[in-house]
């Protein structure tokens, strides 16, 4: 007797399990071969290979999107310490500078990736800016830049930014890094479940009412900023496994985006990409020294708080080579921080100055003859 076809419920429930089996697997193989961010890259090569080969990808459900950026949003709030902040003491305003020449290197490398013909200005900017690689891939949909792109460009940002570290520690510096884990922050898992879910909810609430771009990152971001920096969320940290969720869902929404025909434009990109970030690494080793000679620091303590990438890596790194890790770490930050809150406001004045630039400048008014 022939079997009866499963209805479409069903059918869809065993591919959603077959891609959450997928996403589980390769997370779990690249995080133990120690590379960056692990599910977002699962979660981009699992949806990626769903919308090219399977006739009817998956489609997430509603808000699954969202909450994955609002969970982002949280965690990285979270780092903003006062007690981390205040390490920069006395040499914040050499940081500062030097925090802002990275972000016009980043501005410098996106404008020349900007030119390929098969990116656009806003889009060349995002792929390029150095900090915060999962925020910047949740807000380039809705900046108006191709996510596809971004995502790709900034995981292999920091793809090369992780392996490279230790060669250069060993080779630079005469260190070696012995890959001591950066401890995490003692706390409840449930007071984590309730940040994540407050500072989400409500922070989206008041990111919309304030009428912020990417609200749905930069509202529960900021609001957990400003609770960790009240100590109201002193020790509590989002849970490590709702925290791999989060970046699984926003590389599975920017995977099921692809097409063949963005595949190919993304993979012409690349080559000039990867130079650029070499670019960008060289540039900010130059900061790093600057840095150092204004402030007389150790310069292994600055060149790994100016790395364009990678935080943990970067920390576990300091602390494996005896570098000024909390120094590191504040610097860092802050350079986060920047990164995330400049790139609505640059994106904005790229897109207004590409549409003026389509659109033509017209003639000025004058007497008709």
Not at 97 to 125: E, Q
Request: glycine fraction near 14%.
């Amino acid at each position: 007797m022939p079997s009866l076809p499963r209805p479409p419920a069903a059918r869809t429930a065993l591919h959603a399990l077959a891609l959450v089996a997928a996403v589980a697997a390769v997370t779990a193989g690249l995080g133990a071969l120690g590379l960056p961010s692990p599910a977002l890259f699962a979660g981009l090569l699992a949806g990626l290979l769903d919308a090219l080969l399977v006739p009817r990808p998956l489609a997430l459900p509603r808000g699954a999107g969202t909450a994955g950026q609002a969970v982002v949003g949280v965690t990285i709030g979270t780092l903003v310490q006062l007690s981390t902040l205040a390490a920069l003491g006395e040499h914040w305003l050499p940081v500062l500078l030097v925090t802002l020449g990275t972000l016009a290197l980043s501005l410098g490398t996106g404008a020349l990736l900007g030119r390929h013909r098969d990116v656009d200005p806003v889009t060349g900017a995002f792929a390029l800016v150095a900090g915060g690689a999962a925020g910047l891939v949740v807000m380039a949909r809705q900046l108006g830049a191709d996510e596809r792109v971004v995502a790709v460009v900034q995981y292999l940002r920091v793809l090369v930014v992780v392996l490279s570290l230790p060669v250069v520690l060993r080779v630079a510096f005469g260190v070696r890094s012995d890959g001591t884990a950066v401890a995490g922050v003692d706390g409840s898992p449930w007071a984590g479940l309730v940040l994540a879910a407050g500072c989400g909810l409500a922070g989206r609430w008041l990111g919309r009412v304030a009428h912020l771009p990417a609200a749905s990152l930069l509202g529960p971001m900021l609001l957990a900023a400003a609770l960790s920096l009240g100590g109201a969320a002193d020790g509590v940290r989002v849970p490590a496994a709702l925290e791999t969720l989060a970046y699984a869902l926003i590389g599975l929404q920017v995977g099921l985006g692809f097409t063949r025909a963005s595949l190919a434009s993304v993979a012409r990109v690349l080559p000039a990409a990867l130079a650029l970030i070499v670019t960008g690494i060289a540039g900010s080793a130059g900061l790093a020294a600057l840095l150092s000679a204004a402030t007389g620091l150790p310069l292994l303590d600055t060149y790994l708080a100016t790395t364009p990438g990678g935080l943990y890596a970067v920390l576990a790194a300091a602390v494996g080579s005896g570098a000024d890790a909390t120094f590191v770490l504040s610097v860092q930050v802050l350079r986060l921080l920047v990164m995330l809150l400049a790139a609505p406001v640059l994106a904005r004045a790229l897109a207004g100055g590409l549409l003026r630039r389509r659109r033509g400048t017209p003639p000025p008014a004058g007497p008709t003859p």
